[in-house]
């Protein structure tokens, strides 16, 4: 796989791709699956990118665009942060700040029968997973993960959830962990989720922490790690 | 149906509980105090008669225009000042296109009655024939991001696009004197307007009946406070305009305690706005030999139509 990255035009990995490039043909890596993240699509052999940004590739053999945006586009597996709208007899009406209105099954809870359907207020905040995302329909979430599990999703309570740009959502989610957070984590306990569709919820035992975590997130998108930590370091002096 | 609801902006029941009970120990969101009003970033672009504001997140663009018309029939003497909004739904999902909404009205209301009420710009001098021609100045004031507290950032948009703007010198001529003749910027030099003061817009948030009070609300503040109160003053402590609306009932010691908070702010922010108007004359008078020459004629044709 390695060797056919250099030569094939996977080569196109962590460099900056505009919507219409041809970014890998699959012609000639057969054997392989592959799955497509955000801003692929696929054209028989040709996968294409559909919007402007960076093509990143995990290992095994995951492939998604990169960019930063205001408004998020629903893709499969991606983990989101959605608001309760309206309740319906077979789907809560989640606004996931995307272009349309997220389908959350009644029945998708861990152990959901018709008998328990939980119910939540307008304004919910929860935390929920994309399973289709497909075009032209409603994308349809789940809180429970590909193996029917809880698994942390569901309902947020408490803590204060703001938003930002999809880009910042994801290096808060990378790994090693983003210098902000690490350089909070170490002074401060706080609670944290972060969805891909560019929300962050925020919990700790004083409203002071919590405005503290939500601003150095909020102020560290355009800065570079050792000016994260220094900002860091200045919004903690300023609350002892 | 659906479309409606995607467009309508919402807060989380977990951010409306936060926010209430964080302002009970007198913590914001941004991390302000209750009484600290935001930064605000003055823009004076190059041309005469517009600005830009911001103020957090919030940006409104002020643009004043000017027309000779026929002043109203009970008024030979006086110019004509009108306010228009333009609320666009690239800064807000919820403003509709096309028809203006409530707070669109509410916003053009209030700047209006603080510029006219207090009769912040001498209209009698821009009457140039009584009866027949006087200059009716137009702001435009468009909303380019919601980020709360839209009518101080207008306000200021409108009053620092006042400051700056320039209409061209007219004269009467012709045999009988009747005719006016409007010189060209590059002949004659454009004068300003007259404005005697700046009364400066500055709202307040309140939050139910734990009698908490704060200034300059954002956007989700406002989404959670009771009632709001706008008062405009100036920096003399000169009371313009109060408006009061939503629903939470206030105590005259309440705003007494408002006014007197509006006046050290209203002093602040009128240095500002000064200061913005001070460089942008000081690197006009700078640019003025090389000056375009139809620059501001053919910037008050295209507005009109």
């Known amino acids: 796989m390695e060797n056919k990255q250099s030569s094939s035009p996977a080569s196109f990995v962590d460099s900056t791709v505009v919507p219409g490039d041809v970014v890998l043909d699959l012609s000639s890596m057969t054997n392989q699956t592959i799955k497509l993240g955000g801003g692929l699509r696929q054209d028989c052999d040709a996968i294409s990118a559909m919007k402007a940004g960076t093509l990143r590739f995990s290992k095994p053999n995951k492939y998604w665009i990169e960019s930063s945006q205001k408004r998020y586009v629903p893709c499969v597996e991606d983990t989101i942060l959605g608001i309760v709208v309206d309740s319906k007899a077979d789907n809560f009406l989640i606004d996931i700040k995307g272009p349309a209105m997220g389908f959350l099954p009644v029945l998708a809870f861990e152990g959901g029968t018709r008998r328990n359907i939980p119910k939540f207020e307008v304004g919910t905040l929860l935390y929920l997973r994309v399973v289709k995302a497909n075009f032209g329909m409603n994308p349809e979430l789940s809180c429970t993960d590909a193996s029917g599990k809880a698994a942390e999703f569901g309902p947020l309570k408490d803590g204060y959830m703001f938003e930002t740009s999809t880009g910042l959502s994801r290096k808060l989610l990378s790994s090693p962990a983003c210098p902000v957070l690490e350089a909070l984590g170490k002074k401060l306990s706080f609670e944290i989720a972060v969805g891909l569709n560019g929300r962050v919820w925020v919990n700790a035992a004083s409203p002071d922490t919590i405005v503290v975590v939500a601003n150095a997130i909020m102020k560290s998108e355009c800065l570079s790690e050792a000016q994260q930590i220094i900002m860091v370091d200045h919004l903690l002096k300023n609350i002892q | ?305």
Not at chain 2, 178 to 201: F, K, S
Not at chain 2, 237 to 264: F, H, N, W, Y
Not at chain 2, 295 to 302: A, I, Q
């Open chain 2, 1 to 305: 149906m659906e479309g409606r609801l995607a467009n309508s902006w919402r807060l989380t029941l977990n951010d409306k509980n936060f926010i209430k009970t964080a302002l009970l120990s007198e913590i914001r969101i941004d991390g302000r105090k209750p009484f600290e009003y935001l930064l605000i970033i003055m823009v004076i672009y190059r041309e005469d008669g517009s600005s830009e504001v911001q103020l957090g997140q919030t940006r409104v663009m002020g643009m004043v225009t000017a027309q000779l018309v026929q002043p109203y029939r009970d008024r030979p003497k006086e110019g004509i000042l009108s306010i228009f909004t333009e609320f666009s739904p690239m800064a807000d999902p919820s403003f509709e296109p096309g028809r203006p909404g409530e707070l669109a009205v509410e916003l053009g209301r209030i700047v209006d009655r603080g510029l006219r009420e207090s009769r912040a710009v001498d209209t009698e001098s821009l009457c140039i024939l009584a009866g027949k021609f006087v200059w009716a100045i137009r702001i435009d004031l468009h909303i380019l991001d919601n980020g709360g507290n839209l009518v101080d950032a207008a306000n200021i948009a409108a009053l620092a696009a006042l400051l700056t703007f320039r209409r061209p010198e007219c004269s009467l001529g012709g045999e009988d004197g009747q005719e006016v003749i409007v010189h060209p910027p590059e002949i004659r030099e454009p004068l300003p307007l007259t404005v005697h003061h700046l009364p400066i817009a500055i709202s307040f948030g309140f939050f139910s009946n734990e009698s908490i009070l704060v200034i300059d609300p954002t956007h989700n503040e406002e989404a959670v406070m009771g009632g709001r109160m706008t008062t405009t003053v100036n920096a003399n402590g000169d009371i313009c305009a109060i408006q009061k609306s939503g629903g939470e009932g206030v105590p005259r010691r309440v705003i007494m305690q408002c006014l007197q908070l509006a006046t050290s702010k209203a002093a602040s922010i009128t240095k500002q706005i000064k200061d913005a108007v001070e460089v942008f004359n000081t690197e006009r008078a700078l640019r003025k030999i090389k000056r375009h020459p139809t620059s501001t004629g053919d910037d008050v044709r295209e507005k009109q139509n």
